[in-house]
């Protein structure tokens, strides 16, 4: 199967510097705790909700609510979609090409 072609793409969503950092935890692991990408951050957790909405407001993020093991709270798991994978290697690409690396 060959590897897709990425085309270089600036964000001007992803490109902000928390939101590209929460890309680039969640391109690697996969689904993560909104508790974990916080203190991954080390922001609050207003920060960290804010920044969430607005890739999920533009679908690059889905947000799953599960009930908790520990406390009974329920949990939120976060996690990349299709499009928001996407969206930061297309991104990444174009950062790379600017950088003159791609």
Same mark, same amino acid.
């Given at each position: !199967?060959a590897t897709? *072609?990425?085309?270089?793409q600036?964000?001007?969503?992803? /490109? #902000?510097? !928390? @939101?590209? @950092?929460?890309c680039?935890?969640?391109?690697? #692991?996969g689904e993560?705790?909104f508790? #974990?990408i916080?203190? !991954?951050?080390?922001?609050?957790d207003?920060?960290c909700s804010? /920044?969430?909405k607005?890739?999920?407001?533009?679908?690059y993020v889905t947000?799953?609510k599960?009930p908790g &093991?520990r406390n =009974?709270?329920? *949990?939120?798991?976060?996690s990349l979609?299709d499009? =928001? @994978?996407?969206a930061?290697?297309s991104?990444?690409? #174009?950062? &790379?090409a600017i950088a =003159?690396?791609g």
């Amino acid at each position: !199967m060959a590897t897709p *072609v990425i085309t270089a793409q600036f964000n001007e969503v992803i /490109h #902000a510097p !928390m @939101r590209l @950092r929460i890309c680039g935890l969640l391109q690697g #692991a996969g689904e993560v705790e909104f508790a #974990a990408i916080r203190d !991954m951050l080390g922001v609050s957790d207003a920060v960290c909700s804010k /920044h969430l909405k607005v890739l999920s407001d533009n679908g690059y993020v889905t947000l799953a609510k599960r009930p908790g &093991q520990r406390n =009974g709270h329920d *949990v939120t798991w976060v996690s990349l979609t299709d499009e =928001g @994978r996407e969206a930061f290697e297309s991104h990444i690409a #174009a950062l &790379q090409a600017i950088a =003159g690396l791609g």
